[in-house]
């Protein structure tokens, strides 16, 4: 089964998908490829698969993905590969834009997936944003707050809904969601 974390750039996706990696035994998850440039908390082949243009453009050519999309100005992507390696294991969680979300729901046929938007007020996610530790710079929030209308736009393609206010919280309910998914 695939879990999909998903919602606004700044929602707290991956904070969200690596408490559920502590407390599910036999989860895993798979790291997107990206051409953004690596961030201080950033672990190459843990947090992202990071890759020049001209590479990521070569896999694309090469029908590498199951998705791709250019996201804040970088390419990202989800290797067709490493998900069916994974998927084969058991449960697998991947934080990925609304997009991808889309895409890999159509796509992925013969895998469960269940998609989860993580919902956070414009306002409060101005206020992550420009508090963050890795100080994102202006222009990217900027670009981040810009897409939320549209992300925001994409719920009704979504299993489930939640308001990611407070973490505890959220990653009990969505660890029941996939209990309850795990047994359907």
């Known amino acids: 089964m695939l879990v999909i974390l998903s919602g606004v750039a700044g929602a707290g996706k991956d904070t969200v998908r690596k408490e559920l990696m502590k407390k599910i035994e036999g989860a895993t998850s798979i790291p997107s490829y990206t051409t953004r440039e690596p961030r201080a908390d950033d672990i190459p082949g ?101 897409r939320f209308d549209y992300e925001e736009s994409k719920i009704a393609n979504y299993d489930y809904v939640l308001k990611n206010d407070n973490l505890e919280k959220t990653v009990e309910i969505i660890k029941t969601i996939i209990e309850h998914e795990m047994k359907l």
């Open 46 to 146: 843990i947090t992202y698969n990071f890759i020049t243009k001209e590479e990521f453009e070569k896999k694309i050519d090469e029908g590498e993905f199951y998705e791709y999309d250019i996201h804040h100005n970088n390419y990202y992507g989800t290797s067709k590969k490493i998900l069916d390696e994974k998927a084969k294991t058991g449960l697998v969680i991947k934080d990925i834009e609304v997009n991808g979300t889309e895409v890999l729901k159509k796509t992925l046929t013969n895998t469960k997936v269940v998609t989860i938007f993580l919902r956070v007020p414009k306002q409060e996610l101005q206020h992550r944003l420009e508090n963050r530790i890795d100080r994102l710079p202006r222009e990217e929030i900027i670009l981040r707050l810009n």
